[in-house]
């Protein structure tokens, strides 16, 4: 695909998942069209999108006529197919570590957050709506696994076992990001990477929804990373797209250390 | 530049990395540990969080330059980067991409499936001392006591014959392997299901195309060398603990 194919990225709020390949795009210098869903509007399950990614997932990406979905794996692409700063180590032992970085955040510690974010925030906010209407949006969600987390989650039925672990895990790797944010300036290797992108999309909010596990005198290596990565003009650019609360959390990194 | 590769039998992640080391034609001391006896969490092993925190669990360690490194399909694509064998990857950004969403579907919902069913039917004797992840170490006693959940185990059924029938539809246009080239996915989709044959012979029932790709991934002269590290007959029927079940479900 020649560089200069109209890029669109399918995306929800600068957090997670959809913020991963937008920090990434903005970092890269890539010119593209942001096309906004409402997850807790359920766009995502609607033909229109649909239509563009069947699997119902947020976030994606159209390059020209290719359709590219997962989020860490757009990241990669988006690093490769475009020009500018590179996200990758040359390094073939730190683009080895980037990589086990994102897998251990990806599937261990961001579904630990999601669960605790979705039974005290996304369930919420939804639950409120005709229960009709909301299990009719949850029968048009393509993929089995994400009705199961949709309908615990709108029920807050996650049992206080699995919550319990979930708060272990995200102790856990808060403790693993400050050791290895102690050891070397960024979270993977000596420059700015992939895994810096992935790992605020995490932690940005940590300050403010874990006070007790990661604030400056606790974990100062943390701290003094999210407040490098929000410095960073893509970071302001990115987060200036979100609409909600939850993007608007980033400001916290906005305080001096204490 | 000092590379050793710690290895358990080939099967699973360890038959991943030894074929990807030996297409590559690198340069590593093979040190063969004994993955289902928990030998991974011994003195003899060098640790580093990457290795106790695996995602991966039971798989073989990488120790290049005293840095010690788990996970297979990294491992393989650190060393498709340092040897000098044809590529493991596709050049172009796209095919790549289309490879490591491939990975990603394997590691993520083949592989706890193959490994749960794996240690369901040769199950570990006993649970190896200082694990350091916990949920590690639950999925050790859950395998050593026989604690296995039914609707997991249909579910992990369901996931092999889901897995091969994508195998045969990714092949449905004639193709030899599952992206373009001989690559990784290859590698780690064989890795993680040739031992499934034997455990959910009904999902490779009736899979022509299936079959010959499994038989052109074995004659592979990497994949026949890693397989012939075996210590015991049948390298396919030995398991450890592997990454887990995604708790969302």
């Given at each position: 695909?020649?560089?200069?194919?109209?890029?669109?990225?399918y995306?929800?709020?600068p957090?997670?998942?959809s913020?991963?390949p937008?920090?990434?795009?903005?970092?890269?210098?890539?010119?593209?069209?942001?096309h906004?869903?409402?997850?807790?509007?359920?766009?995502?399950?609607k033909p229109g999108?649909l239509?563009?990614?069947p699997?119902?997932?947020?976030?994606?990406?159209?390059?020209?006529?290719?359709?590219?979905?997962?989020?860490?794996?757009?990241?990669?692409?988006?690093?490769?197919?475009?020009?500018?700063?590179?996200?990758?180590?040359?390094?073939?032992?730190?683009?080895?570590?980037?990589?086990?970085?994102?897998?251990?955040?990806?599937?261990?510690?961001?579904?630990?957050?999601?669960?605790?974010?979705w039974s005290?925030?996304v369930?919420?906010?939804?639950?409120?709506?005709?229960?009709?209407?909301?299990?009719?949006?949850?029968?048009?969600?393509?993929?089995?696994?994400?009705?199961?987390?949709?309908?615990?989650?709108?029920?807050?039925?996650?049992?206080?076992e699995?919550?319990?672990?979930?708060?272990?895990?995200?102790a856990?790797?808060?403790?693993?990001l400050?050791?290895?944010l102690?050891?070397?300036?960024?979270?993977?290797?000596?420059?700015?990477?992939?895994?810096?992108?992935?790992?605020?999309?995490?932690?940005?909010?940590?300050?403010?929804s874990q006070?007790?596990?990661?604030?400056?005198?606790?974990?100062p290596?943390?701290?003094?990373?999210?407040?490098?990565?929000?410095?960073?003009p893509?970071?302001?650019?990115?987060?200036?797209?979100?609409?909600?609360?939850?993007?608007?959390?980033?400001?916290?990194?906005?305080?001096?250390?204490? | 530049?000092?590379?050793?590769?710690y290895?358990?039998?080939?099967?699973?992640?360890?038959?991943?990395?030894?074929?990807a080391?030996?297409?590559?034609?690198?340069?590593a001391t093979?040190?063969?540990?004994?993955?289902?006896?928990?030998?991974?969490?011994?003195?003899?092993?060098?640790?580093?969080?990457?290795?106790?925190?695996?995602?991966?669990?039971?798989?073989?360690?990488?120790?290049?330059?005293?840095?010690?490194?788990a996970?297979?399909?990294?491992?393989?694509?650190?060393?498709?980067?340092?040897?000098?064998?044809?590529p493991?990857?596709?050049?172009?950004?796209y095919?790549?991409?289309?490879?490591m969403?491939?990975?990603?579907?394997?590691?993520?919902?083949?592989?706890?499936?193959?490994?749960?069913?794996?240690?369901?039917?040769?199950?570990?004797a006993?649970?190896p001392?200082?694990?350091?992840?916990?949920d590690?170490?639950?999925?050790w006693?859950?395998?050593?006591?026989?604690?296995?959940?039914?609707t997991?185990?249909?579910?992990?059924?369901?996931?092999?014959?889901?897995?091969?029938?994508?195998?045969?539809?990714?092949?449905?246009?004639?193709?030899?392997?599952?992206i373009?080239?001989?690559?990784?996915?290859?590698?780690?989709?064989?890795?993680?299901?040739?031992?499934?044959?034997?455990?959910v012979?009904?999902?490779?029932?009736?899979?022509?195309?299936?079959?010959?790709?499994?038989?052109?991934?074995?004659?592979?002269?990497?994949?026949?060398r890693?397989?012939?590290?075996?210590?015991?007959?049948?390298?396919?029927?030995?398991w450890?603990?592997?990454p887990?079940?995604?708790?969302?479900g």
């Amino acid at each position: 695909m020649a560089e200069t194919a109209s890029v669109t990225l399918y995306h929800w709020e600068p957090n997670a998942n959809s913020g991963k390949p937008m920090l990434t795009l903005f970092e890269k210098g890539v010119t593209f069209e942001s096309h906004y869903l409402d997850l807790l509007n359920f766009d995502q399950h609607k033909p229109g999108y649909l239509a563009i990614n069947p699997l119902g997932t947020i976030p994606a990406m159209t390059h020209g006529d290719l359709v590219l979905t997962e989020s860490t794996a757009i990241m990669e692409y988006v690093d490769e197919a475009f020009a500018g700063p590179r996200l990758m180590p040359d390094s073939p032992v730190d683009a080895w570590r980037v990589r086990w970085w994102m897998k251990f955040m990806d599937q261990w510690l961001a579904p630990s957050f999601s669960m605790i974010g979705w039974s005290i925030f996304v369930g919420p906010s939804v639950r409120s709506r005709d229960p009709a209407e909301l299990d009719a949006a949850i029968e048009r969600i393509p993929l089995p696994e994400r009705r199961v987390a949709w309908r615990k989650a709108i029920s807050g039925s996650f049992s206080a076992e699995e919550m319990a672990e979930s708060q272990r895990r995200v102790a856990v790797g808060i403790g693993l990001l400050e050791q290895a944010l102690g050891q070397r300036e960024w979270l993977a290797s000596d420059s700015y990477s992939l895994a810096d992108i992935n790992g605020f999309n995490l932690a940005y909010a940590l300050p403010l929804s874990q006070p007790h596990l990661s604030n400056d005198e606790l974990t100062p290596n943390i701290m003094r990373w999210l407040r490098a990565i929000y410095a960073r003009p893509a970071t302001k650019s990115c987060w200036a797209l979100g609409r909600t609360d939850m993007a608007r959390r980033v400001t916290i990194l906005e305080g001096e250390p204490a | 530049m000092t590379t050793t590769l710690y290895h358990g039998e080939p099967n699973g992640p360890s038959l991943t990395v030894l074929a990807a080391l030996f297409e590559k034609g690198a340069d590593a001391t093979l040190e063969r540990i004994d993955l289902a006896a928990g030998e991974r969490h011994s003195a003899r092993v060098p640790h580093a969080m990457e290795v106790d925190h695996a995602i991966e669990g039971e798989g073989p360690i990488l120790v290049v330059d005293g840095i010690p490194m788990a996970d297979s399909v990294f491992l393989a694509c650190y060393l498709d980067d340092v040897g000098s064998g044809p590529p493991l990857r596709p050049g172009a950004p796209y095919d790549r991409w289309r490879m490591m969403t491939w990975c990603r579907y394997i590691v993520e919902r083949v592989a706890p499936a193959a490994s749960y069913l794996g240690v369901e039917s040769s199950p570990p004797a006993r649970v190896p001392e200082d694990i350091a992840s916990v949920d590690l170490a639950q999925r050790w006693s859950d395998a050593v006591a026989g604690r296995i959940d039914e609707t997991r185990l249909a579910d992990s059924r369901t996931k092999i014959v889901q897995a091969i029938e994508r195998i045969e539809q990714e092949l449905g246009d004639g193709r030899d392997w599952l992206i373009d080239d001989f690559s990784i996915a290859d590698l780690e989709s064989y890795a993680w299901l040739a031992g499934m044959q034997t455990i959910v012979p009904e999902a490779f029932a009736d899979r022509p195309r299936t079959a010959a790709w499994l038989a052109r991934v074995k004659a592979r002269p990497s994949v026949a060398r890693a397989l012939a590290t075996a210590t015991g007959p049948a390298p396919e029927r030995v398991w450890a603990p592997g990454p887990e079940i995604n708790r969302w479900g």
